[in-house]
């Protein structure tokens, strides 16, 4: 399993007590009774996450890990929650926390073997979530949810909390027409690895939105401290086998472009009539579109 790289200050100079990391863990301390959420976590398009670019953790919620924070956004403790039931596209979940939390991170299928909770524990929430980075090969998926009064009314069965997540890479698809037949494509000059959570470093905000209807939405781009390109794939990938593909999110400045490789024929042409062709990311305007966690088509 791929591992989750990231960097942090050791800023505290005594360690306080961090919750365990049990299936269904219990606070320590005073907050021993906390709140036991009951939840669902949803993730858009989970069942189109098919392709051999990504492990088994990519398919389906796996695992759950709340970061847990208080009202001044200082972190107080990480849960590991409880999977209920795993549905594809949705999880059910439980997770035990301390009565003071009043925001929690929601971070579905990542690798924390070498993070390390008392280092983090006081650290604000910007510091701490901002810095998580995944590799290419594993899918994450984050949510935040804030409650200012706590999340009493969600615990020990009184309500059911509801966690839209989102994934950290962008899917790609390429789709042919009448006049002409894709039969592959690869994906060149990506990101080696990204960052788990979109964070506005600008406004210290955690606000990306999705646009709807009658919403613009909050699109930006979060770049790792430390970038690095990937290795161009060797090949192009059977769209049969694989309709959609991955890439971490970035500028995609007009100097330093992704584009793909798309292997196709004319209608009426067989694959022995293949071409190679370049296809450069652009907007309707042909400008460079920026590459988010979002939908790309081709």
């Known amino acids: 399993m791929k591992q989750l790289r990231y960097s942090f200050l050791l800023i505290m100079a005594a360690v306080m007590a961090a919750c365990t990391k049990d299936p269904l863990p219990r606070p320590a301390g005073p907050e021993s009774d906390g709140v036991t959420l009951r939840g669902t976590a949803t993730v858009p398009g989970m069942a189109e996450v098919s392709t051999r670019a990504l492990d088994g953790d990519g398919l389906g919620i796996k695992s759950l890990q709340c970061f847990c924070f208080d009202a001044s956004g200082l972190m107080v403790c990480r849960v590991t929650a409880k999977i209920t039931a795993d549905n594809g596209a949705t999880g059910e979940?439980?997770?035990?926390?301390p009565n003071s939390v009043?925001?929690?991170?929601f971070i579905a299928n990542g690798n924390f073997d070498f993070f390390r909770d008392a280092e983090n524990i006081g650290r604000h929430e910007s510091a701490v979530i901002?810095?998580?980075?995944?590799?290419?090969?594993?899918?994450?998926y984050w949510g935040r949810i804030s409650e200012p009064d706590g999340f009493a009314e969600y615990g020990n069965g009184a309500g059911k909390l509801e966690v839209p997540l989102i994934r950290n890479q962008a899917r790609v698809s390429v789709e042919g027409n009448d006049r002409f037949i894709v039969t592959g494509y690869a994906i060149c000059n990506k990101y080696a690895w990204g960052t788990v959570a979109p964070f506005n470093r600008t406004g210290q905000r955690f606000d990306w939105e999705l646009p709807s209807?009658?919403?613009?939405?909050?699109?930006?781009v979060t770049l790792p401290p430390d970038v690095e390109k990937a290795t161009d794939d060797a090949q192009t990938w059977d769209i049969e086998q694989n309709p959609y593909r991955y890439i971490f999110e970035n500028p995609n400045d007009e100097a330093d472009q992704t584009y793909l490789i798309v292997k196709g024929h004319q209608a009426g042409e067989g694959?022995?009539?293949?071409?190679?062709?370049?296809?450069l990311l652009l907007d309707k305007d042909k400008n460079p579109t920026r590459c988010t966690a979002t939908i790309i088509t081709g």
Do not use: P
Request: charge should be negative; charged fraction near 20%; avoid cysteine.
């Open 213 to 220: 209807a009658g919403n613009a939405g909050n699109l930006y």
């Open 130 to 140: 901002s810095q998580l980075e995944s590799t290419s090969g594993l899918m994450v």
């Open 102 to 105: 009043r925001t929690v991170h």
């Open 271 to 279: 694959v022995e009539d293949d071409l190679y062709y370049k296809v």
């Open 93 to 97: 979940f439980e997770a035990r926390i």
